[in-house]
């Protein structure tokens, strides 16, 4: 049973599972807004991919946004298996983050809104969990597609830490790295919450909203 048990760090190259040189298969279209999943998006679309806790609740958080989101879609980035699958993700054992892929039109929806919304809707600060979710799969993380984004999303971190140390958290953990390799999960885990609506969220947050003098506007 090695396969399944988390563990509390990352993987080394050596100890990594081997994964598939293909692709999962998953959905092909959204199942809420009926777009394709995996593009072509249209010209001005933007994607960044938000790593929050358990991807289940965390693609809803976005999807539900009243501007500027075009698709939205769950998978795995941040690891080392090539092409994982959610058993694999869950052992520990392929450095790998339940993340969520966001599609969005930035003139609809700056990229400090869409972050407002990353670091209110979980704990940025607690490492390799979220709650209860404990594993390298639920750290904070943001996997950026340009320099631009993530000159944003440092400044945005360093916007919310004092507002979190003057609460009690403790430092950041989030992770700011370009996006390497995004392997989409499968199917039934792309948009679960609407398929599934009593299932489990696990997405929570620190009441601490968006400090005060940024420019960061509400979503």
Known sequence: MLLFRKRPEMPSPSEALPGRPDPLPTAERHFVNGRPLKGPYPEGIETIVLGLGC????????????RGIH?????????????????EVCSGRTGHNEVVLVAFDPAQLPLTDLLRTFFESHDPTQGYRQGNDVGTQYRSGLYTTSEAQAETARAVRDAYAPALAARGFGAITTEIVPLGPFSFAEDYHQ?????NPGGYCGLGGTGVSCPVGTGIAAA
Do not use: D
């Open 71 to 87: 698709v939205t879609a769950v998978g795995y980035a941040g690891g080392l298996t090539p092409n994982p699958t959610y058993e």
């Open 191 to 195: 948009q679960y919450l609407a398929k």
């Open 55 to 66: 991807f289940w609740g965390a693609e809803r958080k976005f999807w539900q946004l009243p």
